[in-house]
């Protein structure tokens, strides 16, 4: 599901330094996070309970540092919009 935003085997976080959670993007796109495996964000997010948009809370650890994943999921659209137009 999130394989064409984060390559698997890609940490996601969110929370504080109060209060941190990290999930792992597996192979076929879904999450991992404390012993269980999610199909989506919301799922995740929900399970654990984190409120807020899904989107806006957790980031990717990249080599460039964290980004949120809406930013993300906001550069893969306007990449498929270049390409289909």
């Known amino acids: 599901m999130y ?3 984060v390559p698997s085997g890609t940490t996601l976080v969110t929370g504080g330094a109060a209060d941190p959670r990290v999930a792992h ?3 076929d796109g879904r999450l991992y996070a404390d012993g269980e495996t999610y199909d989506s964000l ?3 997010s929900e399970a654990l309970g ?3 948009n899904p989107w806006s809370t957790w980031a ?5 540092g964290r980004v949120l ?3 993300l999921r906001d550069a893969c659209a306007d990449t498929d919009m270049e390409t289909t137009t």
């Open 3 to 5: 394989r064409h935003l």
């Open 25 to 27: 993007v597996l192979p």
């Open 42 to 44: 919301i799922e995740l």
């Open 50 to 52: 984190i409120t807020g």
């Open 60 to 64: 990717a650890e990249l080599a460039d």
């Open 69 to 71: 994943l809406s930013v």
